[in-house]
């Protein structure tokens, strides 16, 4: 089941303060309600998209007037390649401007075993060259490619988003279905 990905990318444009109280809105200013993979909480938001476009990349590095999407992924075929990213809006900032948000991340197989298990990890470490209220990308990406020995069934993406100096975390999730 495919869908496009442009509510979060909807943010871009829009402060925080108009949505991060109450959670997410979509590109109408409408309320959309937290899910396992779109939360906020004290101010501070984060997504876990899953996506097949291998131009992710190329289709965020756009022009801030320009609102990327994204096709959103809920299954991959052997040899076929799937992209997780993570995005984050209204970090609390520093004296520097600098906001200071670490992720842990893991990949579940379908039999509930380990793939990836990585720890707090700085996801976002950077001064912001504009308002903490965009929506900015973490440097948390995983580029999944479902190879012949993997095992086939629904595979669970967890995040876990931390703003340290705000002190609030957000666990993320998603899953996709290896065929």
Request: charge should be negative.
């Amino acid at each position: 089941m495919r869908g496009t990905y442009a509510l979060a990318m909807m943010a871009l444009m829009l402060p925080l303060s108009t949505f991060a109280s109450d959670g997410w809105i979509n590109s109408d200013g409408k309320a959309v309600p937290q899910t396992d993979a779109m939360k906020s909480s004290d101010g501070f938001a984060a997504s876990l998209l899953v996506t097949s476009d291998a131009d992710w990349r190329a289709k965020w590095e756009t022009p801030p007037e320009s609102t990327p999407s994204f096709t959103e992924a809920s299954e991959v075929h052997l040899g076929g390649e799937l992209f997780l990213l993570t995005f984050l809006s209204n970090p609390q900032l520093d004296e520097n401007r600098v906001p200071k948000v670490h992720c842990d991340l893991r990949m579940l197989r379908p039999d509930g075993s380990t793939s990836v298990d990585e720890r707090d990890v700085p996801c976002f470490t950077a001064a912001l060259p504009g308002p903490p209220t965009l929506l900015y990308m973490t440097s948390v990406q995983l580029k999944f490619v479902a190879e012949a020995g993997d095992p086939k069934g629904t595979w669970t993406a967890q995040v876990v988003v931390r703003d340290l100096l705000r002190h609030v975390s957000l666990p993320l999730q998603a899953r996709f279905d290896v065929r």
